[in-house]
Structures are given as C-alpha cells and as structure tokens.
C-alpha cells in the first residue's frame, strides 16, 4: 500500500490542523493505521493508531484529550485532527499502515509508511 501524508503547516500554539493520509494499492481496511512523528533530534514517537474499521483507537499520553485520528474507508483516507496544538507538537509527522492493529507495536514493526509532512507549532 502506498501512503501519501498531507495538511502540515505552521500554526500558532493553541490551533489546530487536520492532517490526511491517503492510502492506494491495496484494501485500506485490511490495514490498522498509525501516526507517528519525529522532531530533530529525537527518535520517531507513537503518536495514535486506529483500528481496521475505526472501532478502536490509542493515544500517546502527550495528544490524549487534544488529537483525534479517524479514518473513512470509502475515501481510504486516514486523518489526525490536532487541536491546542503545543511548540512541543513540532515534528515530522508520518503515517504508517500495518495488517496488525496493536498499539504497543514500535515504529520499526509498520509495514508501509507515508513520506512525512511537517507541522510546526510556534509559541
């Protein structure tokens, strides 16, 4: 399955951006989904994963309560809504595509990732 990750940008602490991943090649809901990021220096960090159908979600403890991930399998297109965004939201933010759903699985157990898009949260 190919990944392509969109909707990053430079906001201001305290808004909010959509993120999108659409996904072609294969059946997307034979794939549990994740969001992942990495800021400079730092080593690629769970971000939140959802389920096949979207039935199930997990979040880091950091975006509990600020991010919401979704999926709409007719557009097969995964999405992170990022609300009360932080400077410490600042990274690369990826999406990752596995056969799996389990959120404990690390960033190096995905199967298909997205290139990458930046989001930059300015104090």
């Known amino acids: 399955v190919q990944l392509q990750a969109s909707g990053g940008g430079l906001v201001q602490a305290g808004g909010s951006l959509r993120l999108s991943c659409a996904a072609s090649?294969?059946?997307?809901?034979?794939?549990?989904m994740g969001w992942f990021r990495q800021a400079p220096g730092k080593e690629r960090e769970f971000v939140a994963a959802?389920?096949?159908?979207?039935?199930?979600?997990y979040y880091a403890d950091s975006v509990k309560g600020r991010f919401t991930i979704s999926r709409d399998n007719a557009k097969n297109t995964v999405y992170l809504q990022m609300n009360s965004l932080k400077p410490e939201d600042t990274a690369v933010y990826y999406c990752?595509?596995?056969?799996?759903?389990?959120?404990?699985?690390?960033?190096?157990?995905?199967?298909?990732w997205g290139q990458g898009t930046q989001v930059t949260v300015s104090s």
């Open positions: 959802i389920s096949w159908s979207g039935g199930s979600t």
């Open positions: 990752a595509a596995d056969e799996r759903y389990n959120p404990t699985l690390g960033w190096y157990e995905y199967d298909y």
């Open positions: 090649g294969r059946t997307f809901s034979s794939y549990a």
